[in-house]
């Protein structure tokens, strides 16, 4: 419920306080709704906790901020001056050290921050993955598409959000469904057909060109939608119905952290995926040194200098290029998505929705 409220209600917010207010409001928004959340955590939540007291573990705190920081940078900044740029490379083999030393500190700590005897579970281990794969994918779906009402489409920032709304019409028709088809098909088919109708709808959307309609666009992004809705709860139900009531919550804790690592690599990887192939179809011939920089940033930057320049030509070139990036990065997702089938159907488990066996492999 609180993905299905958030994820429109983000966009369609963020672009009204846009038209109307300083950038800054975007965040500003948050303040009260975390100042509302801790009051209701105090007066109405009911006190749980673990009958073994764990002590924060602040080394593996450090270093996987430290190591998940370094990762995402590089990946960012390799996809802005290329894979052979030294400081994308340094960036990302420091980080991947990093996160290299915080598993085998989780090994040995006694009081890790993350129990990686959670992933003795199979359906656990399976469903935590799936649904990081949904969130990698979802992530840059939601990167892409607001640069492409906007940019191309000449949507304003309130617009953009309400074009959004199909994916989340058809996330929640998705969820519906995967309610009857879990008891119809069991949960392990669910998921792969969710991942299958997920990756059909990206596919489709990557022949997206600047002429399409808006409507055959709702159409894609609606049947995304629905591939989410049966992808999402399913792998989530499938990972956390593994664990006892008591161990619960840290799964619940853990798949959200990985879901948002997910989300935050995917952006970082699909978007200099895009950035790459935006960059690629370029032709800047004869344009000034800092002009060519101003474009290659962005396809917004490209559009706001074509019109600067009342060039029809570079207005062209930047939007078929931002579309032919835009094609390549939804086909790595739709490949991501048929990964997700392979990986359903290979190894998670068929088991009953909802139980509370520790199911370790």
Same mark, same amino acid.
């Given at each position: 419920?609180?993905?299905?409220?958030?994820?429109?209600?983000?966009?369609?917010?963020?672009?009204?306080?846009?038209?109307?207010?300083?950038?800054?409001?975007?965040?500003?928004?948050?303040?009260?709704?975390?100042?509302?959340?801790?009051?209701?955590?105090?007066?109405?939540?009911?006190?749980? =906790?673990?009958? #073994?007291?764990?002590?924060? %573990?602040? /080394?593996?705190? *450090?270093?996987?901020? !430290? $190591? @998940?920081?370094?990762? &995402?940078?590089?990946?960012? =900044?390799?996809? #802005?001056?290329?894979?052979? %740029?030294? /400081?994308?490379? *340094?960036?990302?083999? !420091? $980080? @991947?050290?990093?996160? &290299?030393?915080?598993?085998?500190?989780?090994?040995?700590?006694?009081?890790?921050?993350?129990?990686?005897?959670?992933?003795?579970?199979?359906?656990?281990?399976?469903?935590?993955?799936?649904?990081?794969?949904?969130?990698?994918?979802?992530?840059?779906?939601?990167?892409?598409?607001?640069?492409?009402?906007?940019?191309?489409?000449?949507?304003?920032?309130?617009?953009?959000?309400?074009?959004?709304?199909?994916?989340?019409?058809?996330?929640?028709?998705?969820?519906?469904?995967?309610?009857?088809?879990?008891?119809?098909?069991?949960?392990?088919?669910?998921?792969?057909?969710?991942?299958?109708?997920?990756?059909?709808?990206?596919?489709?959307?990557?022949?997206?060109?600047?002429?399409?309609?808006?409507?055959?666009?709702?159409?894609?992004?609606?049947?995304?939608?629905?591939?989410?809705?049966?992808?999402?709860?399913?792998?989530?139900?499938?990972?956390?119905?593994?664990?006892?009531?008591?161990?619960?919550?840290?799964?619940?804790?853990?798949?959200?952290?990985?879901?948002?690592?997910?989300?935050?690599?995917?952006?970082?990887?699909?978007?200099?995926?895009?950035?790459?192939?935006?960059?690629?179809?370029?032709?800047?011939?004869?344009?000034?040194?800092?002009?060519?920089?101003?474009?290659?940033?962005?396809?917004?930057?490209?559009?706001?200098?074509?019109?600067?320049?009342?060039?029809?030509?570079?207005?062209?070139?930047?939007?078929?290029?931002?579309?032919?990036?835009?094609?390549?990065?939804?086909?790595?997702?739709?490949?991501?998505?048929?990964?997700?089938?392979?990986?359903?159907?290979?190894?998670?488990?068929?088991?009953?929705?909802?139980?509370?066996?520790?199911?370790?492999?």
């Amino acid at each position: 419920m609180a993905n299905m409220l958030g994820i429109p209600l983000g966009p369609i917010v963020g672009g009204w306080l846009l038209e109307h207010y300083w950038w800054g409001s975007v965040f500003l928004i948050n303040l009260p709704f975390v100042a509302i959340a801790l009051i209701a955590i105090s007066v109405l939540m009911p006190e749980s =906790r673990s009958s #073994e007291h764990r002590p924060l %573990d602040l /080394i593996g705190v *450090v270093s996987s901020s !430290i $190591g @998940l920081v370094s990762v &995402t940078y590089g990946v960012i =900044r390799a996809g #802005e001056n290329g894979w052979d %740029d030294t /400081i994308s490379i *340094v960036t990302l083999f !420091i $980080g @991947l050290i990093i996160l &290299t030393a915080f598993v085998l500190w989780q090994k040995r700590n006694r009081h890790a921050l993350i129990d990686l005897s959670l992933f003795g579970s199979k359906s656990f281990t399976w469903g935590s993955i799936l649904a990081t794969l949904v969130s990698f994918a979802l992530f840059g779906l939601l990167f892409a598409l607001p640069q492409f009402f906007q940019a191309v489409g000449g949507t304003d920032a309130l617009t953009t959000g309400l074009r959004l709304l199909p994916l989340i019409g058809g996330l929640i028709v998705g969820a519906k469904v995967s309610d009857l088809l879990v008891t119809a098909i069991g949960s392990k088919v669910n998921a792969a057909l969710g991942f299958a109708v997920m990756a059909a709808g990206l596919m489709i959307g990557s022949t997206t060109d600047v002429q399409t309609s808006y409507g055959f666009i709702a159409m894609w992004i609606t049947v995304t939608g629905i591939g989410l809705g049966l992808a999402l709860p399913t792998a989530m139900d499938a990972a956390l119905s593994a664990l006892s009531a008591e161990r619960s919550g840290i799964g619940s804790a853990l798949i959200m952290a990985l879901r948002q690592v997910g989300g935050a690599i995917g952006v970082a990887l699909l978007g200099s995926t895009l950035n790459y192939s935006y960059r690629s179809q370029l032709d800047l011939t004869g344009l000034p040194n800092s002009v060519v920089s101003t474009v290659r940033q962005s396809v917004s930057a490209g559009v706001a200098v074509a019109h600067k320049l009342n060039s029809q030509e570079l207005l062209d070139n930047v939007r078929n290029a931002f579309i032919h990036g835009e094609a390549t990065m939804l086909w790595v997702c739709g490949g991501i998505a048929l990964l997700g089938v392979i990986l359903t159907l290979s190894f998670l488990p068929r088991q009953a929705s909802g139980s509370q066996t520790e199911e370790v492999s």
